[in-house]
């Protein structure tokens, strides 16, 4: 069982795709996929399909959508070497109140992503910015698009959702950072551009594009940044910018001495 929620929903048994075409049994299977190796309740499955009052006959909806769930994961099973077929209910387990999706551990691509993400924060504690770099690009790497991003979500998927894009913003904003302590400032301004026109009011990338222009000699366009930052903060949010990212402004304004004046080490871990 090959697990990916980290885009559109792919899940597959032998390499066959199981995920339905259908609405309700596809949300379904996210759920039970974004939670891989873990019990789903049963009502937790059924709040995330009926969030207003449920229908009579939700519970018996329920079971026909994992039955045939179970007969795509039958249909893409492959016969063991003594001619067996592995049994769907092994893969999608009932427990009592509920269900699990069963995969191994590194078939599981939200948990390589936690894994290389956590190896990567570590490194950086250590002040081993390079395998740090490394280890967040590798995550980075593994995101095809949005969480879920053909799946109709209800209040638990939303939840998870905005964890997994949450974990997939702080990876990039401390990758980016990595990389401006390795001296990469010239290769990440084209990258944090784009990054800032999708995050407009997030306060570190900012942080990381003004100093990135900074160390390359653009030290009036890191100012224009820190303006537009500041003028869509008040417009949009009714906020000032955050005395840390007011510190940074003030720091190039003041400069005197090129860009030696402002070292690429600044700490953005206070925004």
């Not at 638990?156 to 990876?171: F, G, K, P, Y």
Request: proline share 4%; charged share 25%.
């Amino acid at each position: 069982m090959e697990v990916d929620v980290l885009g559109p929903l792919s899940v597959s048994q032998e390499s066959a795709s199981i995920v339905p075409t259908a609405s309700k049994p596809r949300t379904v299977l996210a759920l039970l996929a974004v939670r891989a190796n873990r019990f789903v309740a049963l009502s937790s499955l059924m709040d995330e399909l009926w969030i207003a009052e449920k229908p009579p006959s939700a519970r018996t909806a329920m079971q026909s959508y994992i039955l045939h769930l179970r007969k795509k994961i039958a249909a893409g099973s492959k016969r063991r070497p003594d001619g067996s077929v592995p049994e769907a209910k092994d893969v999608l387990v009932t427990m009592p109140g509920g269900y699990l999706l069963k995969a191994a551990d590194d078939h599981v691509v939200l948990d390589n992503f936690e894994l290389l993400a956590a190896a990567g924060h570590r490194a950086r504690e250590q002040g081993d910015f390079q395998a740090a770099s490394e280890n967040f690009a590798r995550a980075l790497g593994l995101c095809r698009g949005r969480t879920l991003a053909d799946v109709q979500v209800g209040p638990h998927l939303r939840m998870e959702v905005e964890r997994i894009e949450e974990a997939r913003l702080n990876v990039l904003d401390r990758r980016i950072e990595s990389d401006l302590r390795l001296g990469r400032h010239h290769e990440l301004l084209s990258e944090l551009r784009s990054i800032i026109a999708a995050h407009p009011t997030h306060e570190g990338l900012c942080a990381h594009l003004m100093l990135a222009l900074y160390r390359s000699g653009r030290r009036s366009e890191a100012l224009e940044v820190y303006q537009r930052m500041r003028a869509t903060l008040v417009s949009e949010l009714g906020l000032e910018p955050s005395p840390a990212l007011r510190r940074l402004q003030r720091s190039m304004l003041i400069s005197d001495h090129g860009l030696s004046e402002l070292n690429v080490t600044w700490d953005v871990s206070t925004f």
